[in-house]
T-cell receptor
Framework: DQQVKQNSPSLSVQEGRISILNCDYT??????FLWYKKYPAEGPTFLIS?????DKNEDGRFTVFLNKSAKHLSLHIVPSQPGDSAVYFC??????????????FGKGTKLSVIP | EPEVTQTPSHQVTQMGQEVILRCVPI?????FYWYRQILGQKVEFLVS????????KSEIFDDQFSVERPDGSNFTLKIRSTKLEDSAMYFC??????????????FGDGTRLSIL
């Protein structure tokens, strides 16, 4: 049951360039989407989120884009820095109905930013 | 910055034994959660808790699991009779509000549970 899919297990990017991480979802009830970053031996750290009433949300170097018709979201990191090297998780949530308390996670994409 | 804290960081337990994992959520948060991540798999929701009762639970959260908020600061997950397949990283999370649905859940660093 893969309601949230991150099809790229890994991504390598040069320092200073743009990192684009992708996520697809299948559940039409999802209307709130989050990106988390995770370093080894630490818990997921909240990065940025977007609700379905928007198609873009920006916070510093991080921008999340949502394409509801394609059930696709992406996280852009510009410029990428070596400290951004981590596993990035996409997560989704419904705001009402069954399952509205829980986050559903993708498998994660390991980003490596090369100096 | 306020954070969710979890203890212990690593727990080793014999199969069949009871284990209690502890969490201190962020102080002004009202909603509390447990998730787990088996090695190599996704982070999976276990249970959410609000106002001293379970608000939602997954199929994983069977009768062997229970949660409690024994005082004003701690939130615990108990596994009564551990099985080998309970070996995983267990994450506690909290959020400020549910009614304001665009509130993120903030996670602790996890407890690695190893069942022997």
């Amino acid at each position: 049951d893969q309601q949230v899919k991150q099809n790229s297990p890994s991504l390598s990017v040069q320092e200073g360039r743009i990192s684009i991480l992708n996520c697809d979802y299948t559940n039409s009830m999802f209307d709130y989407f989050l990106w988390y970053k995770k370093y080894p031996a630490e818990g997921p750290t909240f990065l940025i989120s977007i609700s379905s009433i928007k198609d873009k949300n920006e916070d510093g170097r991080f921008t999340v884009f949502l394409n509801k018709s394609a059930k696709h979201l992406s996280l852009h990191i510009v410029p990428s820095q070596p400290g951004d090297s981590a596993v990035y998780f996409c997560a989704a949530k419904a705001s009402s109905g069954a399952g509205s308390y829980q986050l559903t996670f993708g498998k994660g994409t390991k980003l490596s930013v090369i100096p | 910055e306020p954070e969710v804290t979890q203890t212990p960081s690593h727990q080793v337990t014999q199969m069949g034994q009871e284990v209690i994992l502890r969490c201190v959520p962020i102080s002004n948060h009202l909603y509390f959660y447990w998730y787990r991540q088996i090695l190599g798999q996704k982070v999976e929701f276990l249970v959410s808790f609000y106002n001293n009762e379970i608000s939602e639970k997954s199929e994983i959260f069977d009768d062997q699991f229970s949660v409690e908020r024994p005082d004003g600061s701690n939130f615990t997950l108990k596994i009564r009779s551990t099985k080998l397949e309970d070996s995983a990283m267990y994450f506690c999370a909290s959020s400020e509000s549910f009614s304001l649905w665009n509130q993120p859940q903030h996670f602790g660093d996890g407890t690695r549970l190893s069942i022997l």
